[in-house]
């Protein structure tokens, strides 16, 4: 019962401390589940991918599976209230206080210091997402770069989607099938 109260506690943190929406919350995570030991890097960017791909928040659903994967249904459910809890207070508190709060300047230069942070987030998530994606042997933390293991499947859908959503203007939904078709695909001729 103690790990899941720390599950819970651990999520309602990221929740409280995530500004900018669920791929702000991507290096809370690593560092509390990875660092911690929860799961590992690999499990985790599956999740995204999951999270990413199924209905609902990417945050919500990250809490979600990674809750399941731990102590099943009340692992799950501990994890989900967690993250989504923080928020329910703070936006009961902005309801009940009205939007002064939000039109005060102590809050706008807040968030002006939080902006680019939240970018730094996401930058840093989403080069080191790449990094593993493509570089699978690559170990960040040692610094050491295993150019051998390049997986160029996995470039070869990036352009693939990156073409359709930029020049075609494709919509992420169908975007996100088309993926997953060329992933079978592409994995069909080489295999993992």
């Known amino acids: 019962m103690l790990e899941i109260l720390t599950l819970f506690w651990i999520f309602f943190k990221i929740g409280l401390f995530t500004f900018g929406g669920g791929y702000a919350m991507i290096p809370l995570i690593q560092a ?70 939000l039109d005060s300047l102590w809050f706008k230069r807040a968030f002006l210091g939080l902006r680019p942070v939240v970018i730094g987030l996401i930058v840093g998530v989403s080069v080191t997402l790449a990094i593993r994606s493509f570089l699978p042997n690559t170990i960040l933390n040692e610094r050491t770069f295993d150019l051998s293991s390049f997986r160029f499947e996995g470039l070869i859908i990036l352009v693939i989607i990156a073409l359709l959503k930029f020049i075609w203007k494709i919509p992420p939904i169908r975007l996100i099938l088309i993926a997953a078709v060329l992933g079978i695909l592409i994995n069909l001729v080489s295999p993992l």
């Open 32 to 101: 509390e589940m990875v660092g911690r030991g929860y799961i590992d890097y690999e499990l985790m960017v599956d999740f995204i991918g999951i999270s990413e791909s199924t209905p609902g928040p990417l945050a919500v659903n990250m809490a979600t599976f990674i809750g399941m994967n731990q102590y099943g249904l009340i692992g799950a459910f501990a994890t989900t209230l967690g993250v989504v809890l923080p928020s329910f207070i703070i936006i009961s508190l902005i309801a009940a206080f009205g939007s002064k709060a």
